[in-house]
Structures are given as C-alpha cells and as structure tokens.
C-alpha cells in the first residue's frame, strides 16, 4: 500500500459522479457555485471520494480529486469480488455489497458503480436501501462497507485460529 507521500506517484482514474449547481440571490440577481463529487481510484484496490466546492466546474472538480486522493481506503478482494455481503450505513443510505461468479459484472448504480470499478472489483451486486437518493450519502455509506469488508485471513487472526509456524512445529513435534 502507497504511503500518503506516494499519493502522487500512482496513477490513478478519477471519474466525475454528481454536480450540484447551487445558487444565492443577491441584489443584482443570482450567483451560482458548484459542489462536484469526485471518485478516484488505481483500479486495483485503491479507491477514494472527495466534493469540492467552486464557482467554476474545472475548480470544483480539481479540488475534489486532491480532496479524493487524501480519503483513499483499500479495497479488499476475494478473486475478483468481495469476502463477503457487507451493509455501510451513512446517515439515511445504506448500500448493500454482495459478491457474485465469476463473469457476473457490476452491477450497480451510478455513484456506487464508479467507486466498485475504480477500486478493482469487478464481480460484485449491490442494492442502495434505506431512505435517501443523495449521491455523497451513497458514496459516503460504500466506502463504510468498504472499510468494515474483512478477508478470511484477517478473520482467522481475529478470531485466533491461524497456525504460526511454531505451533506448526510443535503440532509435529519437532
């Protein structure tokens, strides 16, 4: 895994998800910004979210990407899928992760399909539940079933159960 100093040497893909135009009436009329919301990932395992927030789109989008490249989590494969169905909850949303065959694809929606792809699944299903449609929840409560994704490996050692070599050597007796 890339140190955070690393960031940049990777390439990375990023792939714009959700522009919100927001306007403030003033005296002379009205003025518009722009909140973009920005995925970023290697395409292996590495994948990130990040809004930025300007009066021009390219400014906003620029922003989002630095902001999306400092939040990058790693994603935990099994294959090509995930370990194991896993629910992220984030303020109303909730996004169910299941992994699927080999051949299956993603299949997703919008925000939760581009964070799948750019993090390097690619044979997963998910179903976005719970009481909102916003994309930053969406994207927020993905990466938060990201983040509690565990692999058996690092099960087997929570739980205790992993043979270390010495008691390997001592089951044998050696």
């Known amino acids: 895994m890339p140190r955070r100093n690393d960031v940049e040497a990777v390439e990375f893909s990023e ?11 003033v005296k002379g009329g009205k003025r518009f910004r722009f909140a973009v919301l920005v995925v970023v990932g ?9 809004i930025g927030k300007a009066k021009e789109i390219a400014e906003a989008v620029r922003k989002g990407i630095e902001k999306a490249k400092k939040n990058m989590v790693t994603v935990k494969h099994a294959g090509d899928t995930i370990p194991h169905p ?3 909850e984030f303020g109303a949303a909730r996004v169910l992760l299941k992994p699927s ?9 919008g925000v939760v399909r581009a ?6 699944v690619k044979d997963v299903v998910t179903k976005v539940t719970g009481r909102t449609s916003n994309a930053i929840n969406i994207a927020h409560a993905t990466l938060e079933a990201i983040k509690i994704t565990r692999t ?3 099960i087997t050692k929570l ?10 050597s001592e089951a044998i007796g050696e």
Do not use: F, H, W
Request: net charge negative.
């Open 15 to 25: 792939r714009v998800v959700a522009i919100n135009r927001v306007s403030k009436v």
């Open 42 to 50: 290697d395409g292996v395992s590495q994948v990130g979210t990040g």
């Open 86 to 88: 896993v629910v992220g």
């Open 101 to 109: 065959p080999a051949g299956t694809g993603v299949i997703a929606g």
């Open 115 to 120: 964070i799948m792809e750019l993090g390097g």
């Open 152 to 154: 058996e490996d690092e």
């Open 159 to 168: 739980r205790g159960l992993g043979n270390t070599d010495a008691q390997a």
